[in-house]
């Protein structure tokens, strides 16, 4: 969560105090169909990067807002569960690798796993997200034991 916020304008800025904020603030836009949330989040540097589990690599904020834009469009009601994130610390820089499970509308039963690096960085406006790569997992990279009932099939990608 964001520790304050500021005005710049008429638009308010909010300050992230951790990397662990950044991202519960990524999920929860997504989860919302937030796109200006969404955006918020991202680090202020022409090289932000997202990757879908497409393998579509997006570079700067208006490829990165264009996507999402149709992704909400198309799914305006997506909800992430992460677990099992592996994280790295450091002054400046963050990577956190975690496990995504999407859902879909009141779908109770999730899509993927999908593998998710999300790499963040320090600057004036606090903690901001400057990379986050989404990639289909096969279950038996997760390592915990997890079975899918579609061994083999295909996993549905949506983001």
Same mark, same amino acid.
């Given at each position: ?82 677990? %099992? &994130?592996? #994280?790295?610390?450091?002054? +400046? *820089? ?10 879909? =509308? /009141? ?14 960085? %320090? &600057?004036? #406006?606090?903690?901001?997200? +400057? *990379? ?10 997760? =390592? /915990? ?15």
């Amino acid at each position: 969560m964001p520790v304050a916020e500021r005005a710049q304008g008429a638009v308010m800025i909010a300050v992230f105090a951790t990397p662990d904020d950044v991202e519960a603030a990524f999920y929860e836009a997504i989860a919302r169909a937030d796109l200006a949330a969404l955006m918020s989040v991202w680090a202020d540097d022409e090289e932000i990067v997202c990757i879908h589990p497409t393998g579509q690599r997006l570079a700067g904020a208006e490829a990165i807002r264009e996507s999402w834009r149709s992704i909400f469009t198309n799914n305006p009601r997506l909800r992430v569960r992460i677990s %099992r &994130g592996i #994280r790295w610390h450091g002054m +400046l *820089i963050a990577v956190h690798n975690v496990v995504e499970t999407l859902y879909v =509308g /009141d779908e109770r039963r999730g899509h993927g796993p999908m593998l998710a690096t999300n790499v963040f960085q %320090r &600057g004036a #406006r606090g903690w901001r997200l +400057l *990379i986050h790569h989404s990639s289909t997992a096969l279950d038996r990279e997760i =390592g /915990d034991g997890e079975q899918s009932s579609e061994r083999g099939a295909s996993p549905r990608i949506l983001h």
